[in-house]
């Protein structure tokens, strides 16, 4: 899929529209899971972008590209795309864009299960956050340093993250993001409940075998 403009006929508003109508089309894409056209819509915003020089427009592109990438299971593409998404914003100063593209890096790590590395990534998306009192960017880094958290067993940190981001979503007055969070809370409460289980199980049995000695 691709779109062909003639040189003469086209103005910057009108790639303005069609890069516009790509992203979206990709995006409905994405959602119903047909991942080569909505690959192939973000390509063409990022052609559409380089053609009328709007970096900015760039950047979140390829952090689009990024994350089709992620849903294919194409891990080494993801990263690439979202470190060039992430060299654009610092080159153009936009600590926003950075905190965007820290926090799709934490994500495809966390996608790795390499979880040391994608709390890394989440840390500078707080930093940034803190730094430009974006409390949403804020609320965003600690649910993935939450979820990082718990995935490495690091359970009362995980409930200290996710407690913090419900906070900020109490404070923000954001219904849906309170939902994600007490919802993280509970999965968070469940499995630490699952973890004395099984370590209660693990001590009856030794209990048992030390029985029989």
């Not at 819509?41 to 559409?48: E, G, I, N, P």
């Amino acid at each position: 899929m691709q779109l062909v403009f003639a040189d003469h006929g086209v103005t910057q508003s009108s790639q303005w529209a069609a890069s516009s109508a790509l992203s979206s089309l990709g995006h409905v894409y994405t959602a119903i899971g047909d991942y080569p056209n909505a690959l192939a819509s973000h390509k063409q915003c990022v052609l559409l972008a380089k053609q009328s020089k709007d970096e900015l427009s760039e950047a979140r592109e390829l952090g689009n590209m990024g994350a089709v990438y992620i849903a294919m299971g194409d891990f080494e593409n993801a990263v690439q795309c979202h470190e060039q998404h992430l060299k654009i914003a610092k080159d153009l100063g936009n600590k926003r864009e950075e905190a965007r593209a820290y926090s799709n890096l934490g994500s495809a790590y966390h996608y790795r299960r390499n979880f040391d590395k994608a709390m890394s990534y989440h840390n500078y998306v707080l930093e940034l956050a803190q730094e430009l009192m974006e409390k949403a960017i804020e609320m965003r880094a600690y649910a993935g340093l939450g979820h990082a958290a718990r995935c490495m067993q690091d359970l009362e940190r995980a409930k200290q993250f996710h407690e913090q981001q419900l906070g900020i979503a109490e404070d923000l007055k954001d219904r849906a993001a309170e939902g994600r969070a007490s919802s993280n809370l509970g999965t968070q409460g469940r499995e630490k409940t699952e973890k004395v289980a099984l370590l209660g199980i693990g001590i009856f049995l030794s209990d048992i075998g030390s029985s029989r000695i």
